[in-house]
């Protein structure tokens, strides 16, 4: 969820070298997000939410395959 008074921004998808991979727009209707890592190889990756007041914290993502 998007934070309060917060109506877009996007998610942001880093390899473990920092490079960008993946970028997604949310708007305040967002809850949940499936991808597809089908073009992604294993390993490990970090995510953020960006919006234009603030950035939150990254979280880690494991690849599997």
């Given at each position: 969820?998007?934070?309060?008074?917060?109506?877009?921004?996007?998610?942001?998808?880093?390899?473990?070298?920092?490079?960008?991979?993946?970028?997604f727009?949310?708007?305040?209707?967002?809850?949940?997000?499936?991808?597809?890592?089908?073009?992604?190889?294993?390993?490990?990756?970090?995510?953020?939410?960006?919006?234009?007041?603030?950035?939150?914290?990254?979280?880690?993502?494991?690849?599997?395959?």
């Amino acid at each position: 969820m998007l934070p309060n008074g917060i109506n877009q921004g996007e998610i942001v998808f880093y390899d473990i070298q920092g490079k960008e991979i993946k970028r997604f727009k949310v708007d305040k209707t967002f809850n949940s997000l499936l991808i597809s890592t089908a073009d992604i190889p294993a390993g490990t990756y970090f995510y953020q939410l960006q919006t234009d007041a603030q950035n939150s914290g990254g979280k880690k993502m494991v690849v599997i395959k």
